[in-house]
């Protein structure tokens, strides 16, 4: 079956460094490969997506590599925030199909 | 431009009640997906409305169902709740493009007890 899989773990981080998430899938090839965040008690929000065919994306203070040899992205966040504190939700989606979400990484900025 | 709304935030029900939430999708989007999401855990996929048709549903029961009106809002109704229902139920409109970014709403946090 179909798996996403993101560090369970809490990721500490000191403010201003760069922090960096993984996402793992298997039996799975999405066309597309999306990142969220989701702050406790709300609702996810879209940050960026990345194509099959594409190696890197980057916005702003975010970049996301996408492996589609590997099976894996990573989501890099440089010049980490405290505002950045939230848990990041990778997501697959293949064709006209549904959008599959991973359990998320909580990523916590220290001051 | 008006993003998505979810009502009620919170409620409380108990088991083997009927429960009915709703949504109003982002203007311009005539796609809506609904998600379970359990603490600590990431939304599952419940199913999907594209211009009033399900075109789409995750591993969950018949007792989930759910509506799309033409103006695109949408409803998800669970019956004979179960302890297990409890969760943050998720409303995500998109414009139906093939890369499916989706933007969701602030949820409905559901508690059976």
């Known amino acids: 079956s179909q798996k996403i899989e993101q560090n369970s773990e809490a990721l500490n981080i000191q403010e201003g460094k760069t922090a960096t998430l993984t996402c793992n899938y298997t039996?799975?090839?999405?066309?597309?490969l999306q990142w969220y965040r989701q702050d406790p008690g709300r609702g996810p929000v879209f940050l960026l997506l990345?194509?099959?065919?594409?190696k890197e994306k980057r916005k702003e203070r975010l970049k996301v590599t996408f492996d589609t040899t590997l099976k894996q992205s990573l989501f890099h966040i440089t010049a980490s925030q405290p505002a950045d504190s939230a848990t990041y939700l990778c997501?697959?989606?293949?064709?006209?199909?549904?959008?599959?979400f991973g359990t998320g990484t909580k990523l916590q900025v220290i001051p | 431009e008006t993003g998505v709304t979810q009502s009620p935030t919170h409620l409380i029900k108990t088991r083997g009640q009927q429960v009915t939430l709703r949504c109003s999708s982002q203007?311009?989007?005539?796609?809506v997906s609904w998600y379970q999401q359990a603490l600590g855990q990431g939304p599952q996929f419940i199913f999907q409305?594209?211009?009033?048709?399900?075109?789409g549903r995750g591993n969950f029961p018949p007792r989930f169902s759910g509506l799309q009106f033409p103006n695109y809002s949408s409803e998800l109704n669970v019956n004979a709740l179960e302890l297990d229902d409890s969760a943050l139920y998720l409303c995500?409109?998109?414009?139906?493009?093939?890369?499916?970014?989706?933007?969701f709403g602030e949820g409905s946090r559901l508690t059976v007890l």
């Open positions: 995500a409109s998109s414009s139906g493009g093939i890369s499916g970014e989706l933007f």
């Open positions: 039996n799975y090839s999405p066309a597309y």
């Open positions: 990345i194509r099959e065919n594409e």
């Open positions: 997501a697959l989606k293949g064709g006209y199909q549904k959008v599959t």
């Open positions: 203007s311009g989007h005539n796609t």
């Open positions: 409305y594209y211009r009033e048709e399900e075109n």
